[in-house]
């Protein structure tokens, strides 16, 4: 039986074309203990497969986290089967702000030792002691207190381009990073700071805020759902929305837009936009942020060296390749020496 992917991304965008439905785009986690992930893992592509499920699915002892598009009319049979998973049942679902049809183009259901890469050692504390989840209402409350230190767990290149006003940005390239960082930046205010934290669906604050509480910190709160869930409830109940910018996420649209403040600039030019691509030079990728203008004049490239290499024949790009693995995975890193303004 198939139990992976065998479509390229091509093929799967031209049999969606040819569907003509509209799918819907979401998210969700969950912590648990899976004695055996190997086996769930084929359950859960077996099943999904069969739904018409596409994503980015990591299941560990410790749990799941998955981001999946799935068509529209087959929502309710996908929510029928992870109801028949004990620690799955009535799980929340971030539904994607903005919906494309094409945000991802492959299943893939893998096996990892963390559904999160936190670098902790997750026997030296207790990860069930996490901290106060609060609504979007709440946490609007919270952040204008002045006893409360607002602190993005994301990613500076998530950061970059939209954040809760006042937040702290740790600038940083992975989530195990800014751990320390904010330990340290935040070691004198232990007892006397309410310590609030927000991601993009909640997930790298479950265990952040346990571990902070371990570390000693005594007003631990955490946004529940992240902005995903914040911006649902920012609309559906008309609250003060606090968000500036765009929402970056994990698919191939990229971001969500928030809100209308621009508050991100090319790193080419240095105008201001928000919009991220990759480099078009196959060997390099590197994800940064490029204008219009720039996208045109440097035929969406990070670099002059990165643009005469796509000027290559496929076969010569394919031939300075060999041997060499990408140097910038999709969603990493967007620094370089030759991007002037970042």
Not at 14 to 43: C, M, W
Not at 251 to 258: K, L, N, P, Q, S
């Amino acid at each position: 039986m198939q139990l992976y992917n065998k479509l390229s991304a091509k093929e799967r965008a031209e049999l969606i074309d040819k569907a003509g439905k509209n799918r819907l785009t979401l998210s969700f986690y969950q912590y648990a203990k899976i004695g055996n992930p190997q086996v769930f893992r084929d359950h859960l592509f077996i099943t999904w497969n069969a739904l018409d499920v596409l994503g980015r699915i990591y299941v560990a002892h410790e749990g799941i986290n998955g981001q999946l598009s799935l068509p529209a009319d087959r929502f309710n049979e996908f929510k029928t089967h992870l109801d028949t998973i004990t620690f799955l049942k009535d799980i929340r679902l971030n539904i994607a702000v903005g919906q494309d049809n094409k945000s991802f183009l492959k299943l893939k259901v893998k096996v990892r030792n963390k559904i999160v890469a936190d670098g902790l050692n997750d026997d030296t504390f207790d990860v069930t002691n996490k901290g106060v989840h609060v609504g979007a209402e709440q946490f609007n409350n919270l952040i204008e207190d002045e006893k409360t230190v607002l602190v993005d767990m994301r990613n500076h290149y998530e950061s970059e381009i939209g954040h809760f006003k006042n937040a702290m940005t740790p600038d940083v390239d992975t989530f195990r990073e800014s751990l320390d960082i904010i330990e340290d930046d935040l070691k004198t205010h232990k007892e006397d700071k309410n310590l609030v934290m927000y991601c993009t669906g909640g997930i790298r604050c479950e265990k952040a805020s346990a571990y902070f509480k371990h570390k000693g910190f005594k007003n631990v709160y955490q946004l529940e759902g992240g902005i995903i869930e914040y911006t649902r409830q920012v609309k559906e109940d008309n609250l003060e929305n606090k968000f500036l910018g765009q929402n970056f996420v994990f698919d191939d649209r990229r971001a969500e837009r928030i809100s209308d403040d621009v508050i991100a600039n090319c790193h080419q030019c240095g105008n201001p936009f928000d919009v991220h691509t990759n480099c078009a030079n196959a060997a390099c990728h590197l994800l940064f942020i490029q204008c219009d203008t720039c996208k045109e004049a440097m035929e969406n490239c990070c670099s002059n060296e990165c643009m005469e290499i796509n000027r290559l024949p496929y076969e010569a790009q394919k031939e300075l390749r060999k041997g060499q693995g990408n140097s910038n995975d999709i969603f990493k890193k967007g620094r370089s020496k030759a991007l002037k303004f970042k």
